[in-house]
């Protein structure tokens, strides 16, 4: 009775052996089953308590210890199979995306070393940068400067495409990850290459940099010299040529600063230009508003004349037609032709006069004063001698011959001191008093 029992325990404790181990073995192959990604370390270290529990579990059947064991050990081999096919695929896809990265940054140092403008080293710094993105598995295609700003501190601007084979989110190599030992060396060699990229773009900057401070030196001085108009023009043009410079700002700020320094020379320039205009404008509003006064005085001292001239014309003309003795008429018909010629110099002057008069008002605008009118003159200024009284030498009498000085004078023009002929003879002597100019003045009137 003692012996069934005993047996009948056994075989109840080896029952429940058997299904804990078969239960932590349905549960081991929960890890590698089903759609969730084999969790391969908690795989094996299930594994290994599984296997203690083969050890320390008793009593165990041995058929079902057996079937137990093939169960476990085919599992494992299964999960090792697949375990080492998957990291064959990832060493076989960390050799490939490890290639890409080389190859990316080979070409990035050869473009560096081929470069011979800052245009041509942005495309190496363009490659480098798509090395960079695989490494962090991005888009080669959508990474911008920043991702290589991140680790480079640089602060240049990258634009342009290297020409390297195009990779686009969808490709394997993105997604693909790198082992550590590939990771390690691709980080080393992607660090070498920047630093010789970074060290050719110093080179560029040092020779761009002194390059840019010699126009904007060159503009300084021309601002001293220069029309500062078209200096300012240049000034504009550097300007924007700068601000789509690979020179940052902060590097910049002395060529700025000259160019400020030209910018305003050349504004005092066209300033001081601007008052010297205004100031010779109005030295020559001043000049012309005299001119002005002084010819208006004369065409009015003219029209007077004119009057007189032609009052005492038409005086000897009276005279002539009711003269009896031949030489008083002869004498007068001739001063009255001289009278004649006077008044139709007087007319020329005065139609000169007023074409300077029209010309001079045009010109000043607004700024030419109101016209001259005969009340505006100063008191006495067209007043005329008083005619003398007839006196009775002036009366008609025998011709007598003239002396010699006397017919030299009569052969030149009439001078004012002459003794007037009788009767009205007052524009000689206005002539004279009012200091006109008759025939072939010239004023200046140019400014």
């Given at each position: 009775?003692?012996?069934?029992?005993?047996?009948?325990?056994?075989?109840q404790?080896?029952?429940a052996n058997?299904?804990?181990?078969?239960?932590?073995?349905?549960k081991?192959?929960?890890?590698?089953?089903?759609?969730?990604?084999a969790?391969?370390?908690?795989?094996?270290?299930?594994?290994?308590?599984?296997?203690s529990?083969f050890?320390?579990?008793?009593p165990?059947?041995?058929e079902e210890r057996e079937?137990?064991?093939k169960?476990?050990?085919?599992?494992?081999?299964?999960?090792?199979?697949?375990?080492?096919g998957?990291?064959?695929?990832?060493?076989?896809?960390?050799?490939?995306?490890?290639?890409?990265?080389?190859?990316?940054?080979?070409?990035?140092l050869?473009l560096?070393?081929?470069?011979?403008?800052?245009?041509?080293?942005?495309?190496?710094?363009?490659?480098?940068?798509?090395?960079?993105a695989?490494?962090k598995?991005?888009?080669p295609?959508s990474?911008?400067?920043a991702?290589?700003?991140?680790?480079?501190?640089?602060?240049e601007k990258?634009?342009?495409?290297?020409?390297?084979?195009?990779?686009?989110?969808?490709?394997?190599?993105?997604?693909?990850?790198?082992?550590k030992?590939?990771?390690?060396?691709?980080w080393?060699?992607?660090?070498?290459?920047?630093?010789a990229?970074r060290?050719?773009?110093?080179?560029?900057?040092q020779?761009?940099?002194?390059?840019l401070?010699?126009?904007?030196?060159a503009?300084?001085?021309?601002?001293?010299?220069e029309?500062?108009?078209?200096?300012?023009?240049?000034?504009?043009?550097?300007?924007?040529?700068?601000k789509?410079?690979?020179?940052?700002p902060?590097?910049?700020?002395?060529?700025?600063?000259?160019?400020?320094?030209?910018?305003?020379?050349?504004?005092e320039?066209?300033?001081?230009?601007?008052?010297?205009?205004?100031?010779?404008?109005?030295?020559w509003?001043?000049?012309m508003?005299?001119?002005?006064?002084?010819w208006?005085i004369?065409?009015?001292?003219?029209?007077?004349?004119?009057?007189?001239?032609?009052?005492?014309?038409?005086?000897?003309d009276?005279?002539?037609?009711?003269?009896?003795e031949?030489?008083?008429?002869?004498?007068?018909?001739?001063?009255?032709?001289?009278?004649?010629?006077?008044?139709?110099?007087?007319?020329?002057?005065?139609?000169?006069?007023?074409?300077k008069?029209?010309?001079?008002?045009?010109?000043?605008?607004?700024?030419?004063?109101?016209p001259l009118?005969?009340e505006?003159?100063?008191?006495?200024?067209?007043?005329?001698p008083?005619?003398?009284e007839p006196?009775?030498e002036?009366?008609?009498?025998?011709?007598?011959p003239?002396p010699?000085?006397?017919?030299?004078?009569?052969e030149?023009?009439?001078?004012?001191?002459?003794t007037?002929p009788?009767?009205?003879?007052?524009?000689e002597?206005?002539a004279?008093k009012?200091g006109?100019?008759v025939a072939?003045?010239?004023?200046?009137?140019?400014?």
């Amino acid at each position: 009775m003692s012996g069934e029992l005993d047996r009948e325990r056994w075989l109840q404790l080896a029952r429940a052996n058997a299904e804990v181990i078969r239960t932590e073995i349905i549960k081991l192959r929960g890890f590698v089953e089903g759609d969730s990604a084999a969790q391969y370390v908690d795989f094996w270290a299930q594994a290994r308590e599984i296997t203690s529990q083969f050890k320390s579990f008793k009593p165990l059947e041995p058929e079902e210890r057996e079937q137990l064991w093939k169960d476990f050990h085919d599992l494992c081999k299964q999960t090792r199979s697949r375990q080492d096919g998957e990291r064959a695929k990832l060493r076989e896809e960390s050799q490939l995306k490890r290639a890409a990265i080389e190859a990316l940054t080979e070409e990035a140092l050869a473009l560096n070393d081929q470069a011979s403008t800052l245009e041509e080293l942005e495309r190496a710094q363009s490659a480098l940068n798509q090395a960079l993105a695989l490494m962090k598995n991005q888009d080669p295609l959508s990474v911008s400067s920043a991702a290589a700003e991140e680790v480079s501190a640089e602060d240049e601007k990258t634009e342009g495409d290297s020409g390297s084979p195009h990779l686009s989110g969808a490709d394997p190599l993105v997604a693909a990850r790198l082992l550590k030992e590939d990771r390690e060396s691709c980080w080393i060699r992607w660090l070498e290459v920047r630093e010789a990229i970074r060290k050719h773009r110093g080179e560029f900057r040092q020779k761009l940099f002194g390059a840019l401070e010699e126009r904007a030196a060159a503009l300084l001085a021309a601002s001293e010299s220069e029309e500062p108009h078209g200096v300012q023009g240049q000034i504009r043009d550097f300007q924007l040529e700068l601000k789509g410079s690979p020179m940052p700002p902060p590097k910049t700020e002395k060529i700025r600063e000259t160019l400020r320094n030209a910018w305003k020379r050349c504004s005092e320039r066209i300033e001081e230009g601007r008052q010297q205009r205004r100031r010779q404008h109005d030295e020559w509003v001043e000049r012309m508003r005299e001119h002005l006064q002084r010819w208006e005085i004369t065409l009015l001292k003219n029209q007077f004349y004119q009057e007189r001239l032609a009052a005492e014309i038409t005086d000897l003309d009276t005279r002539i037609a009711s003269a009896t003795e031949p030489g008083l008429s002869e004498r007068m018909t001739r001063w009255a032709e001289e009278k004649r010629g006077r008044m139709e110099k007087v007319k020329e002057t005065a139609t000169e006069l007023q074409e300077k008069v029209r010309s001079v008002r045009s010109r000043l605008g607004k700024d030419a004063p109101p016209p001259l009118k005969v009340e505006d003159l100063p008191p006495g200024t067209l007043e005329a001698p008083a005619p003398r009284e007839p006196r009775a030498e002036d009366a008609p009498r025998r011709e007598r011959p003239a002396p010699r000085a006397a017919r030299r004078s009569e052969e030149r023009p009439v001078k004012m001191k002459e003794t007037p002929p009788p009767g009205l003879n007052l524009g000689e002597l206005l002539a004279e008093k009012l200091g006109l100019v008759v025939a072939g003045s010239n004023s200046d009137g140019n400014h």
